[in-house]
Nanobody
């Protein structure tokens, strides 16, 4: 059974940095795509970044381009999200997600089959 566990959330001041981690287990991830999504209080969940496990191609939402970096360590079955220059509007619960089916839009939420429980990121002004 696929299991995704996020960690690394917390409280940080605007302009600061955090790195989120996603521990993946339960299946071979060699043909998968993984992604980060977030959901702010009272808002719909939105895409943040995605990465192909094989080859490492990355995709970003416009709101985080140049500030966030997604990466993965295949030897540890881990995905990361380095978040720099954080803004109060980045405050949200951040979720890790995985898919094995082909998608033309790696940032499309509906393409993802498995989800973690989320980790809270709060950015104070």
């Amino acid at each position: 059974q696929v299991r995704l566990v996020e960690s690394g959330g917390g409280l940080v001041q605007a302009g600061g940095s955090l790195m989120l981690s996603c521990a993946a287990s339960g299946r071979s991830f060699s043909s998968s795509g993984l992604a980060w999504f977030r959901q702010a209080s009272g808002k719909e969940r939105e895409s943040v970044a995605a990465i192909m496990w094989s080859g490492g191609s990355t995709y970003y939402a416009d709101s985080v381009k140049g500030r966030f970096t997604v990466s993965r360590d295949a030897t540890k079955n881990m995905m990361y999200l380095q978040m720099n220059n954080l803004k109060p509007e980045d405050t949200a619960v951040y979720y890790c997600a995985a898919r094995w089916r082909y998608s033309r839009d790696p940032l499309r939420e509906l393409e993802y089959e498995y989800w973690g429980q989320g980790t809270q990121v709060t950015v104070s002004s």
